[in-house]
């Protein structure tokens, strides 16, 4: 089973993750803003965003590839200051078709906010969500940044590459097995 790695960023995080897709698993990796970011020439897909003020970064994207995409195993890898929960998945549901993520694997990545990198905007947003935010430690995260950044979060996903690859391979040799018994059988 051939698998792609296809991400969208913006501030390096998510690239960096995708980076560690690759030495992890070995698979092929697209930034989707390549030409040659084609979801339809692979079995499986890890698809990896950021999240800038409240929706993935690849969410636009997805809707223009969603043929090459909906009928695929997928696994999803978000990056944010976001742990997983609620308010994450609501994100998600607002950025990407209900189809899609009713059938996808999730997992939710901490990624890095430096405050000086990110516009003028972000941070006045970043002051507003403060604001209105109840929790006190994403309250301090979202006025003074933060940096989660951490190769061993790649596991869970490394894992789930490892099971669709291994469930092909036992899905080839049955069908293998098969073939071999039918040709004994004529």
Same mark, same amino acid.
């Given at each position: ?38 979801? /339809?020439?692979?079995?499986? +897909? $890890? &698809? ?11 969410? *636009? ?57 990110? /516009?003028?905007?972000?941070? +006045? $947003? &970043? ?11 994403? *309250? ?47």
């Amino acid at each position: 089973m051939t698998g792609a790695i296809f991400f969208s960023g913006y501030y390096g995080c998510t690239a960096q993750f995708a980076c560690w897709f690759v030495e992890a698993t070995g698979l092929p990796v697209f930034d989707v803003n390549d030409a040659n970011a084609d979801p /339809s020439n692979y079995d499986f +897909l $890890i &698809l990896g965003s950021s999240v800038i003020i409240y929706k993935l970064t690849i969410r *636009k994207w997805v809707k223009g590839n969603l043929a090459g995409i909906e009928n695929k195993p997928v696994i999803l890898f978000t990056v944010s200051g976001a742990p997983p929960g609620p308010k994450l998945d609501a994100w998600i549901a607002d950025s990407l078709p209900e189809d899609l993520t009713l059938k996808l694997e999730h997992v939710a990545l901490r990624g890095r906010l430096n405050l000086k990198e990110v /516009s003028w905007w972000v941070r +006045l $947003i &970043l002051k507003i969500g403060a604001w209105k935010n109840d929790n006190p430690e994403a *309250k301090k995260h979202e006025l003074e940044g933060f940096d989660f950044m951490d190769k061993s979060s790649i596991e869970p996903i490394k894992k789930l590459v490892q099971q669709f690859q291994s469930s092909q391979a036992t899905s080839s040799k049955q069908v293998g097995h098969t073939q071999v018994t039918s040709e004994r059988n004529t």
